[in-house]
């Protein structure tokens, strides 16, 4: 069966600290798609990256970066130096070759405090 | 672009009273997805056209639940009789589509969030 983990629902960080939101997927395929998009209390979901299962190179965008090992299903998302700003729900989510819908982790509740 | 469109933002209606949702794709996108996000079960995908067909509608709660795609730049989503346990904010995304629908990104709209009183 395919799943998406994120087992932190919550997390507080001040300002200009990193942090990092992890995923864990499960999955048989070895085809497959991971995405992060991001929440803000606005409410619109943004696309932030799409990286497929044989692109295991890191991926660094200004102050975001993923970490991908499918050695441990994982698809992490670190953001350096954090603001104010970044106070969103992430949501990490996976598509596989064998079931043809994007399945949403739990999303993880991120806020940076001034 | 002007990205996914959707109407209204927000309606608020009683119970019993049908609800149409409105979506407009980016342009260029044979894709087209419709969510239904609450705070209990979190995003769930309702249904979802490629090519202005419905590929998958097992996510649909039940039969007051269609959706529509009459052509490629215009979606309904229609509750009919609405209930209050459908209020919740509901997205329509889009994408390029390809030979695996999607594993291609989608780009979502801001959403419409529903509450049937």
């Known amino acids: 069966a395919q799943k998406v983990t994120q087992a932190q629902t919550e997390i507080s960080v001040v300002e200009k600290e990193d942090v990092t939101l992890d995923c864990v997927y499960e999955?048989?395929?070895?085809?497959?798609?991971l995405f992060w998009y991001k929440q803000p209390p606005s409410g619109e979901l943004v696309f932030l990256i799409r990286?497929?299962?044989?692109?295991?190179q890191n991926e660094i965008s200004g102050r975001y970066s993923w970490n991908f090992q499918k050695s441990t299903s994982s698809f992490n998302f670190t953001i350096t130096a954090s603001q104010v700003v970044d106070s969103a729900v992430y949501f990490c989510?996976?598509?596989?070759?064998?079931?043809?819908?994007?399945?949403f982790g739990p999303g993880t509740s991120l806020s940076v405090i001034p | 672009d002007a990205g996914v469109i959707q109407s209204p933002r927000h309606e608020v209606t009683e119970m019993g009273q049908e609800v149409t949702l409105r979506c407009k794709p980016i342009?260029?996108?044979?894709?087209l997805f419709w969510y239904r996000q609450t705070m209990m079960r979190g995003l769930e995908l309702l249904i979802y056209?490629?090519?202005?067909?419905?590929?998958?509608d097992s996510g649909m709660p039940e039969d007051r639940f269609s959706a529509k795609m009459p052509n490629a730049s215009f979606s309904t989503l229609k509750i009919q009789p609405s209930e209050p346990r459908d209020s919740a904010v509901y997205f329509c995304?889009?994408?390029?589509?390809?030979?695996?629908?999607?594993?291609?990104?989608?780009?979502f709209g801001p959403g419409t969030r529903l509450l049937v009183l």
């Open positions: 995304a889009s994408s390029l589509g390809g030979v695996r629908t999607t594993q291609e990104t989608q780009y």
């Open positions: 999955t048989r395929d070895t085809t497959y798609y």
């Open positions: 990286r497929n299962s044989f692109d295991e």
């Open positions: 989510a996976f598509t596989g070759t064998s079931y043809d819908k994007v399945i």
């Open positions: 342009s260029g996108h044979n894709s």
């Open positions: 056209f490629n090519n202005n067909v419905p590929i998958d």
